[in-house]
């Protein structure tokens, strides 16, 4: 399902489809059919202003309701047509209401798209007014949660300009391009032609920059991580200043569901060539993460970082065909190898909460086993165990 963005004064909220009905009800305007004819009149009005005062008008009706949504569906062709004549602040206020019109509501996006709002759109992606460029994105993010308008926005030629926002546009205008790329990625043959733009140097500086546990965080790990699939991602990351050590710092600090993006993009690229990739990661200190997500992360999270420390271990040493190969020997094998006090003592501290908490889970299994285990099961086994005499 596909990231929508919400209106609101700056735009800057991203409203997602989880949110509950409830909690819009308790906000939404009382629904008025009279209100809903007059504002429509108003928009299709000869007077600018009374145009301009109508859109405002849907834009504060419908940020919350679901049923104004619906019965103004009429509005999406005037308000289209506002897009195409007018001044900045005409463009502003019709992509406002267009963009709250389209949340929540699969009919609105692709209607929106039908009127002929994506020329215009596309133009504001390019506009030296930063405002109504925030507004385009913005508005892109809930149009590109639609399967259907996802081919007709990737034909517009809307990738490259979303790409260049996302190096030289304003914070808001950044943060939301990353969310309507990440929309348009599931298209076919769209991860190509995002790794054509060279994405890659600008979402690392945007992890670098924005909270680790944010939306944007998540999906920009996410990007990075289809990305580096490809050998020409891998090697970009890779050169990036400081591109290994961003994600490992979102496997770090990161949302769970970011930190299984990170762990997986730094599997993918160990997996593809362990000798290229091993180094790189291994040298900006992604132990002590990756002992903390065995423990603490998510069921795909910690096997990944287990395939992980695997692949990182230095096959070369010598181990005694004594020892087992457990995960805690892998690590204390990596370990050995570590540079750096610190980042060796953070190992060290990891692995010994990893190794109780291994712990703590094999008791629990021996207890859970003893309760289901009855006594004619113990007989049986004490009898099958005993030697017989002679």
Do not use: W
Request: one cysteine or more; hydrophobic letters at 40%.
């Amino acid at each position: 399902m596909g990231l929508e963005g919400g209106g609101s004064c700056h735009l800057a909220a991203t409203i997602f489809e989880a949110d509950t009905a409830a909690n819009c009800a308790s906000i939404s305007p009382s629904y008025s059919p009279s209100v809903v004819n007059q504002t429509l009149f108003m928009l299709q009005s000869d007077d600018p202003y009374s145009r301009l005062q109508a859109a405002k008008d849907i834009r504060r009706m419908t940020k919350t309701s679901q049923r104004y949504r619906r019965h103004f569906s009429a509005a999406v062709g005037p308000l289209v047509d506002m897009l195409f004549c007018g001044d900045a602040n005409t463009h502003e206020a019709a992509l406002a209401a267009l963009l709250n019109l389209a949340v929540k509501d699969e009919r609105n996006k692709i209607n929106i798209i039908d009127a002929g709002a994506l020329k215009p759109i596309i133009g504001f992606l390019q506009s030296e007014n930063l405002t109504l460029q925030e507004h385009a994105v913005a508005a892109l993010i809930t149009l590109s949660a639609s399967s259907v308008n996802k081919p007709i926005i990737t034909a517009s030629g809307a990738i490259p300009l979303l790409v260049e926002i996302l190096r030289n546009g304003t914070s808001q205008a950044k943060l939301d391009a990353v969310l309507a790329l990440y929309n348009l990625l599931t298209h076919s043959d769209n991860l190509n032609r995002i790794l054509q733009t060279k994405p890659i140097p600008p979402l690392v500086n945007l992890l670098k920059s924005c909270p680790k546990s944010s939306k944007a965080a998540e999906k920009c790990t996410a990007l990075i991580e289809s990305l580096v699939g490809f050998e020409e991602g891998r090697t970009v990351l890779t050169s990036e200043e400081g591109g290994i050590l961003a994600v490992i710092e979102i496997l770090e600090n990161g949302s769970l569901q970011s930190r299984e993006h990170a762990v997986g993009s730094l599997l993918t690229m160990c997996q593809s060539d362990r000798s290229k990739y091993r180094e790189p990661i291994l040298k900006e200190g992604v132990i002590p993460g990756l002992l903390e997500l065995t423990v603490h992360g998510t069921p795909n999270s910690q096997l990944k970082a287990q395939m992980l420390l695997r692949l990182l271990r230095d096959t070369t040493y010598a181990r005694s065909e004594l020892e087992p190969d457990t995960l805690e020997n892998i690590v204390s094998n990596i370990i050995s190898q570590m540079d750096g006090e610190e980042q060796t003592e953070k190992a060290k501290q990891m692995l010994a909460e990893m190794v109780q908490v291994s712990m703590q889970q094999s008791l629990r299994h021996l207890q859970q086993r003893a309760l289901v285990c009855t006594p004619a099961d113990i007989s049986t086994n004490n009898r099958a165990s005993e030697v017989p005499s002679k």
